[in-house]
DNA sequence: AATGAATGAGCTTTCATTCAT
DNA sequence: GATGAATGAAAGCTCATTCAT
């Protein structure tokens, strides 16, 4: 990319990255088309290609952005005494409901990440997601297991929470409005009922 | 379609069926190319279009085919007198594990079903969709929820599992070979851990 | 061409015949359709290439038999004695309406060849053309110019009456039924009134 | 149609709008091919479609366009005072001639619009065509037919005429090239001589 | 002889990318 | 820096022609 990027005014440079991710989070790398992010942006085709070499220059970038700033929104709105893993994984939802302020689409453009399916695509984004994971660990590692019994695998738990609130999210926007707290009692009744089933 | 289709030697119809279902289910509706399904099936170009006016209408055939033999298989495999929601569900699986002695990526093709976005996509399969999923509950409706814990609301439950075997699957799908009994091992140690955490 | 082609059954013959001048007629040589000379005709699409090589040696038949056929019904109901110009013309007008007992489409296509503007076509067909004018030359060799007027040009007389009775031809094929009859009344209403201004 | 498309520089436009005039006329609708347009008009295939959104709205808008500029020319060389027949049908012609200035297609474009066969064009056009109609009319409207005599039906006249007209154009295309003042003296040698003999 | 399944070149249209202004 | 006109490779689809049966 082309570091003059952050020069451009802020307002500018968020413009480009919401239609970004909002095109990609909508139909994935391969369909997200030039067209539709002039469209939902405002900025001309020419001004994307001047800063990002190309589409999948585009994608490398908004994905590396995302994350980073998902990390950090992760990060400011974690308790960073809390050990209770359910109240860390609601606090983590709180906490992509918070980015929507500034990036709409930036909950979706997550859960669209995971499951991109484009090699290409996925290729692109590796590094930058092995970060991201690295650091959600990192945030889940004072996450307490003691209480949860012996029955229950935490990582067959976690994977399972991770898919559900995944898809939740995606159902969430396909609705006409995302009503950011129906979505954080939701998603907070899957934890508390998985938490009553798991603790001893 | 045209009818002759099925006029056609069954391994050629089964060759193109294959050749869709494994196009379709790896990039979608829409990035699904022709040029592709040419490749991978060795049919030419020019009959697809002979049997299957255009892409819309292979797409509604292949999604009919799959799940009405998906269906066929399933009814097949599940033992009418089991009552355990867990049993009937490995059952289902393994009787997907069945579906690929002929068609490889079905089981594939049934996740990106629920997983496709595109809305014309989405409006031709819905029909054929709401028939199989009607079949499915009644398979699941001898299942006796009668020793799951009341705190586990089956409704979540089962969302939470559907959503994690289909992204089990596509994580087989990805690896160079997919081994079916350790696709089924992991599937059943999944089941098994929900089934001690929700029955009294 | 395949000279067995003479030896099928007349019927069949024909029917490929006016298969063949149908689709040519209204679709001229370049949008042509095999397939929907199959549908009109019932002939299957092997037997078309089996006889014509291909659409040019098709086209080329085609077009010398239907130019064959006319110049012999032309010349069985031209009366050889008549001399009157106006009453040879509709003369001809008449034997056109009788070919369509066998060619129900022969009168159209008689006025498509002389419309038909491909390059390609035109110089197939190029010979068969000019024996055909020399033919209806001679027949109208008979007609006797002398009542008409130094000022009316024959040739310009005639191209005129020509490409009217042309014009009229196609129009009556876009109804939909062709009432021969009724043609032939508007045909010789506007040869009579030439006649009449053309005539000391 | 992108309304962009007069944003152009006018020689652009122009060039655009000949070379799918010269391939529609001579090849109709249907078998006009883009790549055709692409190699006499030396603009890319993108750019077509940049313009205008497919081939029906091209077709749409060049034959409006045709229409529209040839309605102007035809005003401007019309005589407003000239009343007799033959004079105003030769002005017409001479208009007809005019145009070959800018759009040296425009009068075979205009027949080969009266000739269009195929269906969906013909509705496309339909609109168009009928405001043209209208406007000759009233060109027309101050033709004084009192010299004409009785026998000769105007209607008839007048569609013998524009068929011949038609026709003579068409050829004059033909030739390797089109000389205007030799198509003029022989369109005017066809109407003297009917003027002649329908005159009292 | 007769069929129609099978092919691939060519057509219309889309879209990432380039480039003159 | 900013624009959007311009490009061409590739996608979906058609159709004359071939060929196994």
Redo the contacts between chains.
């Keep these: 990319m082309n570091e003059k990027f952050y020069d451009l005014k802020k307002e500018k440079q968020d413009k480009m990255i919401n239609g970004a991710m909002q095109i990609f989070a ?3 790398y ?2 997200a088309s030039t067209d539709e992010m002039v469209k939902v942006s405002g900025v001309s085709k020419g001004l994307w290609f001047h800063y990002f070499e190309n589409k999948k220059g585009l994608y490398t970038f908004v994905t590396g952005y995302a994350l980073k700033y998902a990390i950090l929104e992760l990060s400011m709105v974690v308790d960073a005494k809390e050990t209770d893993y359910f109240k860390l994984m609601i606090q983590m939802e709180r906490g992509k409901m918070n980015m929507m302020e500034k990036y709409p689409f930036l909950p979706l453009f997550l859960v669209s990440l995971s ?1 991109e ?2 090699e290409e695509a996925i290729s692109l984004i590796q590094e930058a997601r092995e970060r991201y994971d690295e650091r959600i660990s990192e945030i889940m590692i004072k996450a307490d297991y003691s209480k949860i ?1 012996a ?3 935490t990582g ?2 976690n ?3 991770t ?2 609130l ?2 939740l999210t995606q159902e969430y926007y396909e609705s006409a409005i995302f009503r950011k707290e129906q979505y954080l009692e939701e998603a907070d ?2 934890l508390q ?2 938490k ?3 603790y001893r």
Tied chains: 1, 2, 3, 4.
Aim: hydrophobic share 30%; charged share 40%.
């Design positions: 909508r139909y994935g391969r369909h499951k399916r484009d019994r029955k229950a695998e067959k738990v994977k399972m929470i898919y559900t995944e898809a009744s899957y009922m998985i009553s089933l798991t």
